[in-house]
C-alpha cells in the first residue's frame, strides 16, 4: 500500500480508483463515515484557519504600523504608502503560477509549511527598514511567500470534503481572518502601550513575525498532504477518505502537467467570469485593507482608538463568512444567489460612506464596517472555483488565475484612495460602485452558464439505453483525473 501510494502521476490517479473500488467492496455504516470526517475536521481545520489568521494579521500590519507614524519615520510621500500596500501584491501575483506549479509537484503539506517559516522570517525584517525602498523590498517578499496559502488550502479541501461539506469549511477558514483583524486590533492597542526605544510600528512587524515562524514549525510537523499518504489516518481510513471525496468527480491529485487541461482551462468562460470577479472583489478589498486605519484616524480618532474601531469589521467577516458558507452548505444550488445577497449590504455600506456627511463619524463608521460582508462573497466565489473544476492541472490553473485576480484587485485598490481626498476618498468610494455592479454581471453570467451546461448533461444521461446507471462510471473518470469539460457525467453547483 505504501509503496502504491509514493507514486506520481497518472499512477496516482489510478491508486486512489483502486482505493475506492476497494472500499466500495466493504460495508461502511454512516457513524464510521462520520468519525472519519470529524478526525479530519480536527487535524485540517485548527492548522488551516489558524495560518489564514495569521497571513490575515501579517497582511494587515502595515495598515496598523500606519496608525503608529510609520509614514513619518520612514519620510513617505506622495503616493508612497500606496505603493507599500500595493506591492505585495505584485510580489504575490509574480509568483502566484510559480506557486501552483509547485503546488503541484511538491509534497503540499512541506511547501506550504516551509513558506510560512520564510514569511514570518520576512515579516520581521520589516522592523529594519529605514526608507520607502527597503519596506517596499520587504512587502513584495512578503506576498512571494504568502502566495501558496490560498491556492493550498483549496486543493487540500478538494483532496478531503466533498462538494457539500466545502462551503462551510471555507466560510470557517475565511472567516478566521476576521478573528485576525480583532486580535490584531487588540494586540495593536497593548503594543502601543509599550515604552520602549524601539517605535511601536516595529514592535508589531518584529512581535507578529516572531509568531508566524514558530506556528511554521508546528504545521511542518502536522499538517497532512494527500489523503493518500496522511500519515494520521489509518490505512483503513485512508481507503475510506478516497473514497468520500470520490463523488466530487474532481479527482485526488496528479504531479503530471497536462498541457491540454492548461488550454482547457484558459479556454473555459467560467475561468475568466471568476477572474472577473475576483478583480472586482478584491480591489475593495486592497483599498480598505490598507487605508481602513487612515480612514477611521481621519474620522477624528486617536491612534490607540483607532486599532480597536477597526476590530468590528473582522467581526463582520468572522460571522458572515461562516453564515453564508453555512446556508450554501444547508441548501443545493444557492451558493451564487447567497453571494448576491451578501453585496446587499455592501453596497447599502458603499452608499453610506458617501451620502453620510463627513460630521457624523459613527454613521459613517457603521457602514464602513457593515460593508465588509463583501469578504462572504469572495468566500464562496472559492468554493464555486473548487466545486466545478475537474483535472488537477486545469485545477491548479483556474485556482491560479483566480487568486491572480485576487493580486490584481489588491494591486490596484489602494491606488482608488488618494491622500488629499481624506477622510470621505471619493475615488474609493465610486470605484467601490463600479465594482459592485461588475460582480452581479460575473455572478448571473456564472449562474447561466452552470445551468446550461447541467441541461445539455441531463439530455444525454436521460439518453442512456436501458436506463443504464451512470454513477459509477462518473466517479471512476473523475478518480482518474478528467476534467468537467471531458467528463459527459460531470454536473456543476452553483
Not at 510609520?70 to 510580489?91: E, P, R
Not at 513575525?209 to 514558530?214: E, Y
Not at 504545521?219 to 481507503?239: D, H, N, Q, Y
Request: charged share 15%.
Amino acid at each position: 500500500m505504501e509503496k502504491d501510494m509514493k507514486v506520481g502521476g497518472d499512477d496516482v490517479a489510478q491508486a486512489a480508483l483502486d482505493l475506492a473500488h476497494r472500499a466500495e467492496a466493504e460495508d461502511i455504516d454512516e457513524k464510521t463515515l462520520h468519525a472519519l470526517r470529524w478526525k479530519i475536521d480536527l487535524r485540517l481545520l485548527p492548522l488551516l484557519t489558524i495560518t489564514y489568521a495569521l497571513q490575515s494579521i501579517d497582511k494587515t500590519t502595515l495598515g496598523y504600523a500606519a496608525v503608529f507614524n510609520l509614514q513619518t519615520d520612514l519620510h513617505l510621500q506622495g503616493t508612497d504608502y500606496s505603493w507599500l500596500g500595493a506591492i505585495f501584491y505584485l510580489g504575490y501575483l509574480a509568483w502566484e503560477f510559480p506557486t501552483n506549479m509547485l503546488l503541484q509537484r511538491l509534497p503540499i503539506n512541506v511547501f506550504m509549511s516551509a513558506t510560512v517559516i520564510v514569511w514570518g522570517i520576512i515579516l520581521m525584517c520589516h522592523a529594519a527598514a529605514t526608507n520607502f525602498s527597503g519596506m517596499a523590498a520587504a512587502c513584495t517578499f512578503l506576498g512571494v511567500f504568502e502566495a501558496s496559502i490560498n491556492p493550498g488550502t483549496m486543493l487540500l479541501f478538494s483532496m478531503y470534503y466533498t462538494r457539500e461539506e466545502q462551503p462551510l469549511r471555507m466560510g470557517i477558514w475565511i472567516g478566521s481572518a476576521g478573528l485576525g483583524y480583532v486580535i490584531a486590533g487588540i494586540s495593536s492597542f497593548g503594543i502601543g502601550h509599550i515604552v520602549s526605544s524601539i517605535e511601536s510600528w516595529r514592535l508589531i512587524f518584529l512581535i507578529w513575525g516572531a509568531i508566524t515562524t514558530a506556528w511554521g514549525i508546528v504545521i511542518l510537523l502536522l499538517l497532512p498532504g494527500s489523503p493518500l499518504t496522511a500519515k494520521f489516518l489509518t490505512e483503513a481510513e485512508r481507503v475510506l477518505a478516497v473514497n468520500r471525496v470520490k463523488v466530487n468527480n474532481t479527482g485526488i491529485e496528479n504531479r503530471h502537467f497536462k498541457m491540454k487541461q492548461f488550454w482547457e482551462a484558459m479556454l473555459d468562460a467560467k475561468t475568466w467570469l471568476l477572474f472577473l470577479f475576483a478583480v472586482t472583489s478584491n480591489s475593495p478589498n486592497g483599498g480598505l485593507t490598507t487605508f481602513q486605519g487612515l480612514v477611521i484616524k481621519g474620522m477624528g480618532f486617536t491612534s490607540l482608538q483607532t486599532t480597536l474601531v477597526q476590530m468590528p469589521s473582522g467581526a463582520v467577516q468572522l460571522i458572515m463568512c461562516p453564515l453564508a458558507c453555512y446556508l450554501a452548505t444547508r441548501f443545493q444550488n444557492c451558493r451564487i444567489p447567497i453571494m448576491l445577497a451578501c453585496l446587499g449590504p455592501f453596497l447599502a455600506g458603499v452608499c453610506g460612506l458617501w451620502l453620510i456627511d463627513s460630521s457624523k463619524p459613527y454613521g459613517r463608521l457603521a457602514c464602513l464596517w457593515i460593508s465588509f460582508t463583501y469578504t462572504a462573497a469572495w468566500t464562496l466565489s472559492m468554493s464555486v472555483a473548487t466545486a466545478n473544476t475537474a483535472g488537477h492541472t486545469k485545477k491548479i490553473t483556474t485556482n491560479a488565475i483566480l487568486l491572480i485576480g485576487y493580486c490584481l484587485g489588491n494591486f490596484v485598490g489602494p491606488f482608488f484612495f488618494k491622500t488629499e481626498q481624506a477622510p470621505v476618498y471619493n475615488l474609493g468610494v465610486g470605484m467601490m460602485f463600479f465594482c459592485i455592479a461588475v460582480q452581479v454581471f460575473s455572478l448571473v453570467g456564472l449562474w447561466v452558464l452552470f445551468w446550461h451546461r447541467n441541461k445539455k448533461r441531463m439530455a444525454v444521461i436521460t439518453g442512456l439505453e436501458g436506463g443504464q446507471d451512470p454513477s459509477t462510471d462518473e466517479y471512476d473518470r473523475g478518480l482518474l483525473d478528467e476534467t468537467d469539460l471531458e467528463n459527459p457525467y460531470f454536473k456543476y453547483v452553483y
